[in-house]
Every structure is written in C-alpha cells, then in structure tokens.
C-alpha cells in the first residue's frame, strides 16, 4: 500500500484549516449540509 504521506497531510491540514474556519465564520452548517447532498448522491450512484 503506497500512501503518498506529504499529500495526505496537506490535504488533511487544508480540510482542518477550512473547518476551523467555517466554524468561526458560522458557515459550518452549510458545508454540513453540502456533504449531506452530495454523500446522498453518491450513494444512490451504489445502490
């Protein structure tokens, strides 16, 4: 299994930041919201 750690942890860093970010700015629960849409989507694409 071949992880390539520096883009994993950049990603995971930029995913952070952002997080931290839409919950000070109080986006949080739109961003929630647009994981929802598209998980939802991507599961009926499973099924």
Same mark, same amino acid.
């Given at each position: 299994? =071949?992880?390539?750690?520096?883009? @994993? /942890?950049?990603?995971?860093? /930029?995913? @952070?930041?952002? *997080?931290?970010?839409?919950?000070? /700015?109080? @986006?949080?629960?739109?961003?929630?919201? &647009? *994981?929802?849409?598209? *998980?939802? =989507? @991507?599961?009926?694409?499973? &099924?």
């Amino acid at each position: 299994m =071949n992880i390539k750690w520096k883009k @994993l /942890v950049f990603r995971l860093g /930029v995913w @952070l930041t952002l *997080e931290l970010f839409f919950d000070r /700015v109080g @986006l949080d629960t739109i961003a929630d919201y &647009s *994981e929802f849409v598209f *998980e939802r =989507n @991507l599961i009926t694409l499973i &099924s």
